[in-house]
C-alpha cells in the first residue's frame, strides 16, 4: 500500500500568513489522485482539494493543492482564523485508499 | 442537501458484534459508491471498507477483512457496516462517506459518525 508522510507535523503561523503543507508519498500517485481535507475538533473531515489541484464545492480560492508523482502541496496563501485545523492528504490512486497523518496547523 | 446520519455505535466487549447504519438523503443514492473510514480517537484516518453503487465491487481494509462485513439498500438509501469478533484496537468514531463517483474515489460528503467502544 501507499504510504503518504505528511510534514510538518506541527505548523504554527499567525493569521494573515502563508502556509504550505506537504504530503509525500512512498510510491507515485497515479494520475495525480490525492485529495486534502480539513478537519477541526469534534467535527468530520471536509473535502478542500481533489485531483491534486482542484477545489471542491463552496471552498475558498485562499486555498490550492499541486504535485505530482510523489510530491503534493497544499498551500494557505492568508490564513484566517478558522483555517486552524487539521489536515489531511488522501491518496486515492491505489487499493487501499490511504491517508497521511496529518498536519496540525495551529495559531502562534 | 446531502446528509449522512449513522447510528449503532456503543459499547461491546472484545469479540462481540456490533452493525453500523447510515441513512442518507439529498442525493441519488444508487448512483454513487460508499465508504466507512474511522478515527480511533486522537489519532488519523483509517478507510474502512466501501461497496460500488450496486454492491458488484467490495473492499475492506487488511485490518477488517474476515470480520467486517459492508452492505447497502439501495431501496432504503442505507448503507451498513456488520462488524463482528471486534478487537479493542477497532474503538474509534466510524464515519459514513460519499464517494463522488461510482468507483473507489476520495470522500467529498461525510456524516457526523458514530463511536465505537470496544472493552471488557
Known amino acids: 500500500e501507499i504510504v503518504l508522510t505528511q510534514s510538518p507535523g506541527t505548523l504554527s503561523l499567525s493569521p494573515g500568513e502563508r502556509a504550505t503543507l506537504s504530503c509525500r508519498a512512498s510510491?507515485?500517485?497515479?494520475?495525480?489522485?490525492l485529495a486534502w481535507y480539513q478537519q477541526k475538533p469534534g467535527q468530520a473531515p471536509r473535502l478542500l482539494i481533489y485531483?491534486?489541484?482542484s477545489r471542491a464545492t463552496g471552498i475558498p480560492d485562499r486555498f490550492s493543492g499541486s504535485g505530482s508523482g510523489t510530491d503534493f502541496t497544499l498551500t494557505i496563501s492568508r490564513l484566517e482564523p478558522e483555517d486552524f485545523a487539521v489536515y489531511y492528504c488522501?491518496?486515492?490512486?491505489?487499493?487501499?485508499?490511504?491517508f497521511g497523518q496529518g498536519t496540525k496547523l495551529e495559531i502562534k | 442537501e446531502v446528509q449522512l446520519v449513522e447510528s449503532g455505535g456503543g459499547l461491546v466487549k472484545p469479540g462481540g458484534s456490533l452493525r453500523l447504519s447510515c441513512a442518507a438523503s439529498?442525493?441519488?443514492?444508487?448512483?454513487?459508491?460508499m465508504h466507512w473510514v474511522r478515527q480511533a480517537p486522537g489519532k488519523g484516518l483509517e478507510w474502512v471498507s466501501g461497496?460500488?453503487?450496486?454492491?458488484?465491487?467490495?473492499g475492506y481494509a487488511d485490518s477488517v477483512k474476515g470480520r467486517f462485513t459492508i452492505s447497502r439498500d439501495n431501496a432504503k438509501n442505507s448503507l451498513y457496516l456488520q462488524m463482528n469478533s471486534l478487537r479493542a484496537e477497532d474503538t474509534a468514531l466510524y464515519y459514513c462517506a460519499k464517494d463522488p463517483g461510482a468507483g473507489w474515489d476520495y470522500f467529498d460528503y461525510w456524516g457526523q459518525g458514530t463511536l465505537v467502544t470496544v472493552s471488557s
Open positions: 461497496i460500488s453503487w450496486n454492491s458488484g465491487s467490495i
Open positions: 510510491q507515485s500517485v497515479s494520475s495525480s489522485y
Open positions: 485531483g491534486a489541484s
Open positions: 488522501q491518496q486515492y490512486g491505489s487499493s487501499p485508499v490511504t
Open positions: 439529498g442525493f441519488t443514492f444508487d448512483d454513487y459508491a
